[in-house]
């Protein structure tokens, strides 16, 4: 009964939280009209390829995941319903469901442990590598443009946070539940070597998706893009508060009070509540057109095999 009711709640919070960024579009509609008109058509098209890119970068990082955890590699189709699932599980009570709903999937032939392995290693890898790159945008924004270079650190760092977590478990091992042991043994024994290529790949993801976020408050907001690199690691760190603010189904009304926090050196109250609810619709639109994209995929796979 209780688990029924926090779910309903979740959802509720979800789905209010979105109707909120859909209001604030509304009540702020000069500033986000400003926004909109700025990007354009031109812009809008330039943000998709990005942001196709980053989608396609995120299959790819799925499957080397996978490839690392896993005897049996899997196929693109198949990576791409498992990001769907992954990204359209937080529409119903929040980011969890996603992740479970993609283990059952994929679960199918394959170790259960290592599939959550490779599930928590994608999700530590996004997290680490998406405050790793806001850091180095918000570093070159106020110090000058060297200092991006750091962003090049998110791929080791990515590995050296696996390892540190692969030995706290490893401490803790012997004080779980027995039924976790083979979840955690699985995590600790496996090699991270064959996880380098999934990392960088990872980062490449981010920086794909942090690129499309510069380009769109560059175009929207008509600013330098040192400015426009500024208000991106805004908007980049806000969705790593929001990713670890498990409460909130989707980081939802978290990322944009966060946003609204930090975006404040670069543009005023109004705008940056216009641009987060703007940026949490664009971000609902790649979520259902991947979930869109994944359905086609499977029919037409459907499709060759039964002319095959």
């Not at 401490?171 to 976790?180: D, G, I, M």
Request: hydrophobic residues 60%.
């Amino acid at each position: 009964m209780k688990k029924g009711l926090l779910r309903g709640l979740l959802i509720v919070l979800f789905w209010v939280g979105l109707g909120l960024c859909v209001y604030a579009v509304a009540k702020y509609w000069h500033e986000a009209r400003q926004l909109l008109v700025g990007i354009g058509w031109s812009g809008g098209v330039v943000a998709a390829v990005l942001l196709a890119g980053a989608w396609w970068l995120a299959v790819e990082s799925w499957r080397m995941s996978v490839l690392a955890y896993s005897d049996r590699a899997i196929g693109r189709g198949e990576a791409a319903r498992h990001l769907a699932l992954l990204l359209l599980g937080k529409y119903i009570p929040g980011g969890i469901w996603g992740f479970a709903a993609r283990l059952a999937d994929s679960s199918s032939g394959r170790a259960v442990p290592g599939m959550v392995a490779a599930g928590l290693f994608e999700q530590w890898g996004g997290l680490a590598s998406i405050c790793v790159l806001s850091a180095a945008l918000w570093s070159a924004a106020k110090f000058g443009w060297p200092v991006l270079i750091c962003s090049l650190a998110a791929p080791p760092l990515i590995l050296l946070g696996w390892r540190c977590g692969r030995f706290i478990l490893a401490a803790a091992a012997e004080k779980v539940p027995y039924r976790w042991k083979s979840l955690i043994q699985d995590v600790v024994d496996k090699p991270t070597s064959k996880l380098r290529r999934a990392s960088v790949c990872i980062a490449l993801q981010q920086a794909v998706q942090m690129l499309a976020i510069v380009w769109l408050a560059s175009a929207a907001n008509d600013l330098p893009i040192s400015a426009a690199a500024g208000l991106a690691a805004c908007y980049g760190l806000a969705i790593a508060v929001g990713l670890v603010a498990v409460f909130a189904p989707g980081g939802m009304l978290v990322r944009e009070a966060t946003f609204v926090a930090l975006s404040s050196p670069w543009v005023g109250y109004a705008d940056a509540i216009a641009f987060s609810a703007v940026m949490r619709l664009v971000f609902t639109c790649f979520d259902l057109l991947a979930g869109g994209l994944a359905a086609a995929l499977g029919l037409a796979s459907k499709a060759l095999s039964s002319k095959g």
